[in-house]
């Protein structure tokens, strides 16, 4: 197998749906997932390059493997579910920190996934127009405006990580075109997820490519030094 060129990792909490949006893009699928253990990894041919994808696990346990599966990632996709507002924070909190080991370089997207459940939530509280707000239903009580994660918040949090980086935003891609709304579920915005990154790791992968052979020193191409009178070299 030939060894891949570039590294996209998936970061963020338990049942978010990192798995799922990559079964999504790789498999063309939404089937049942098990919460991961340790991690795992796709291939994906992009062009003429190899990228491999890692999915990582979200739960409190494996977080020490976190950092590995990290280093020399060309990007992480920070993955959090829209509606719970904690695993947006989490990103900051517990997985911002994984990212240390990645290139100096390395992108990052903040993605919000089930989006597909804000909607089905809008058109219940749409149905129930009318109901007292709060009003208990078989003993739970669920409010009429489910607090949902904007895109502000995710927008926020990308220019927080670049400042936590010190990457100036001028030389980094901006917030709107890293910051998504995704469904595994119905596929929405997936294959844009991934595809965006895919065309900006390219270019890095040949920035590198062209860079790394400036650093190998030639020995056949080296001239012998002159030796002076003295047997020092000139
Ligand atoms: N409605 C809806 N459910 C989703 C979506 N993505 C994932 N799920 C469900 O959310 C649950 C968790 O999804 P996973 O993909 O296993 O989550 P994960 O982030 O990989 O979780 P860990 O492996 O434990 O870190 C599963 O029941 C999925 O079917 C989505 O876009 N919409
Ligand atoms: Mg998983």
Known sequence: MRKPDGKIVLLGDMNVGKTSLLQRY?????????????????????????ISIWDTAGREQFHGLGSMYCR?????????DVNHPQSLLELEDR??????????DCL?????????????????????KGQAS????GGYVSPRVPKQVQLEDAMALYKKILKYKMLDEKDMPAAEQ??????????YNVDLLFETLFDMVVPMIVRQRTEE?????DIASCKTPKQTRSGCCA
Do not use: H
């Open 72 to 80: 020399g990632a060309a990007a992480v996709i920070l993955t959090y």
């Open 26 to 50: 790789m498999e063309r699928r939404f089937p049942d997932t098990v919460s991961t253990v340790g991690g795992a990894f796709y291939l994906k041919q992009w062009r003429s390059f190899n």
């Open 134 to 137: 709060g009003e208990a239903s």
């Open 213 to 217: 052979p400036s650093q190998i020193v």
């Open 108 to 128: 990052f997207a903040i993605v919000g996934n089930k989006v597909d459940l804000t909607e089905e939530r809008a058109t219940e509280g749409g149905e129930k």
């Open 95 to 104: 997985f911002l920190g994984l990212t240390e080991t990645a290139n100096n």
């Open 178 to 187: 890293m910051c998504f709304k995704t469904s595994a579920k119905t596929g």
